[in-house]
Nanobody, 122 residues
Framework: QVQLVESGGGLVQAGGSLRLSCAPS????????MGWYRQAPGKQRDLVAT???????NYADSVKGRFTITRDNAKNTVYLQMNSLKPEDTAVYYC????????????????WGQGTQVTVSS
């Protein structure tokens, strides 16, 4: 069973930076889009940023100019560089990938990571 493994969360002061990483737990046949979502306590899970296999990106308005999503296709890894962090960025951040685990799998499916906590203190 494929899992998405996230790392890089933690506690940081406002104005600081963090870098999140996410990769599948084993080799994957194919990955389409990858992305990051976040969920604050009592709120719904919202899109933060996505990136296609070709490198096209999309960002939530609230993070434009502060966050950068990139991916290393050779490593099947997606990153989220978060700069100028604000207390309102505090949330659990979830990695998402639309992937096909093996050649015998007929289609791509969305997978989610377990989530990593990001806390920004004021």
């Amino acid at each position: 069973q494929v899992q998405l493994v996230e790392s890089g969360g933690g506690l940081v002061q406002a104005g600081g930076s963090l870098r999140l990483s996410c990769a599948p737990s084993k080799n994957i046949y194919s990955i389409n889009a990858m992305g990051w979502y976040r969920q604050a306590p009592g709120k719904q899970r919202d899109l933060v940023a996505t990136i296609t296999s070709g490198g096209s990106t999309n960002y939530a308005d609230s993070v434009k100019g502060r966050f950068t999503i990139t991916r290393d296709n050779a490593k099947n890894t997606v990153y989220l560089q978060m700069n100028s962090l604000k207390p309102e960025d505090t949330a659990v951040y979830y990695c998402n990938a639309n992937l096909r685990p093996s050649w015998v799998t007929k289609s791509h499916t969305d997978y989610w990571g377990q989530g990593t906590q990001v806390t920004v203190s004021s």
